[in-house]
C-alpha cells in the first residue's frame, strides 16, 4: 500500500530561520512525491512534485523539497521563513502504480513566529 | 479561467436528511476527485471519476455515500441518511491529466454540519 508519514503535527519557527517540515514515505515503484499548502478555510494549493530527475526540487514561494531515496523522505524546506508560511502543509503520494489519485499525510501546522 | 467551484460552501443538514455537494471543475479538466477533511485530521480519498465513469471508489463508504460526474454538469457527491459523523469539509479537486503525473487544483471545499 502507498502512504505517507508527517511525523510532526506541529513545527514552530521564528521568522527568517530555515525550516523543515518531514515527510516519510512508503511506495511500490517509483515514488511520486507532493507538497501542498492550506490556508485557513480555504482549499489545497500545489506547491512542488517529485517525478523523476534531481533529488532537490524547487517550488512556488521559494520553497524545496529533497527526495532521499535511502531514507524514503521528502522534506520540505524553505531558507528563511516568512509569518505568511504559517499555514497546514500535507505530503501526498500517488496510488499503485499507474493509479491516478493521491493519497495525502495528516499534516503539519507550520507556525512562523515574528 | 475560473477554478473548481463548489457548493455549497456551507451546508447543515438534520440526522437523517440528505447532503448533495456539488463540483464544477476547471474548464478543460476531466479528471475529478473528491477529499473528505475531518476535525484534525488529514485528507481522505473518497473517489476519482472521469467523465461518465467511476475509476476509483476505494476511499467511499459502501453505505449511503455515492458520487457522479455526468457527460453534462457537475459532479456530485452524494450522502443519504446524513449522520453527525458525516459532519466535515468536503474537497474536490480536478486536473487536466490525472494526479499522477499532474497537479489537483482544490475548490474551497463544502462545509457539512449534521445536527
Known amino acids: 500500500a502507498q502512504s505517507v508519514a508527517q511525523p510532526e503535527d506541529q513545527v514552530n519557527v521564528a521568522e527568517g530561520n530555515p525550516l523543515t517540515v518531514k515527510c516519510t514515505y512508503s511506495v511500490s515503484g517509483n515514488p511520486y512525491l507532493f507538497w501542498y499548502v492550506q490556508y485557513p478555510n480555504r482549499g489545497l494549493q500545489f506547491l512542488l512534485k517529485y517525478i523523476t530527475g534531481d533529488n532537490l526540487v524547487k517550488g512556488s514561494y521559494g520553497f524545496e523539497a529533497e527526495f532521499n531515496k535511502s531514507q524514503t523522505s521528502f522534506h520540505l524546506k524553505k531558507p528563511s521563513a516568512l509569518v505568511s508560511d504559517s499555514a497546514l502543509y500535507f505530503c501526498a503520494v500517488r496510488g499503485y502504480t499507474g493509479a491516478n489519485n493521491l493519497f495525502f499525510g495528516t499534516g503539519t501546522r507550520l507556525t512562523v513566529i515574528p | 479561467n475560473a477554478g473548481v467551484m463548489q457548493n455549497p460552501r456551507h451546508l447543515v443538514r438534520r440526522r437523517g436528511q440528505e447532503a448533495r455537494l456539488r463540483c464544477s471543475p476547471m474548464?478543460?479538466?476531466?479528471?475529478v476527485y473528491w477529499y473528505r477533511q475531518l476535525p484534525e485530521e488529514g485528507l481522505k480519498f473518497m473517489v476519482y471519476?472521469?467523465?461518465?465513469?467511476?475509476?476509483?471508489e476505494s476511499g467511499m463508504p459502501k453505505e449511503r455515500f455515492s458520487a457522479e460526474f455526468p457527460k453534462e454538469g457537475p459532479s456530485i457527491l452524494r450522502i443519504q441518511q446524513v449522520v453527525r459523523g458525516d459532519s466535515a469539509a468536503y474537497f474536490c479537486a480536478s486536473s487536466i491529466e490525472g494526479a499522477g503525473t499532474g497537479e489537483l487544483f482544490f475548490g474551497e471545499g463544502s462545509r457539512l454540519t449534521v445536527l
Open positions: 474548464k478543460g479538466h476531466s479528471h
Open positions: 471519476l472521469q467523465k461518465e465513469n467511476i475509476i476509483d
